[in-house]
Nanobody
């Protein structure tokens, strides 16, 4: 079981930037696929970005070109750099870990979430 702790959320104006961090413990971090998801009020949780154990990345169309996911295996940490933020990016952002990306939503470990609020 992997323990995940997110940080870095907050309030930012539209067009601004934030960097989310997710510190992992309890498992061999480098072997896990990692991901960021978000859930806005009244909406279903949605995928934002994933990075495989080998470093391959994938993004939701809504964030392509604005968000960057990266991982530092030496620090057991995954990041989400968010630029050009929009009010519609407002949500609780969750970090997830799983042996593979395909198993992440159903069988992954999840953090407690961090709130991101983008004002217009």
């Amino acid at each position: 079981q992997v323990q995940l702790v997110e940080s870095g959320g907050g309030l930012v104006q539209a067009g601004g930037s934030l960097r989310l961090s997710c510190a992992a413990s309890g498992s061999i971090f480098s072997t896990n696929a990692m991901g960021w998801y978000r859930q806005a009020p009244g909406k279903q949780r949605e995928l934002v970005a994933t990075v495989s154990s080998g470093g391959r990345t994938n993004y939701a169309d809504s964030v392509k070109g604005r968000f960057t996911i990266s991982r530092d295996n030496a620090k057991n940490t995954v990041y989400l750099q968010m630029n050009s933020l929009k009010p519609e990016d407002t949500a609780v952002y969750y970090c997830a870990a799983a042996p593979t990306i395909a198993t992440m939503e159903g069988f992954g470990s999840w953090g407690q979430g961090t709130q991101v609020t983008v004002s217009s």
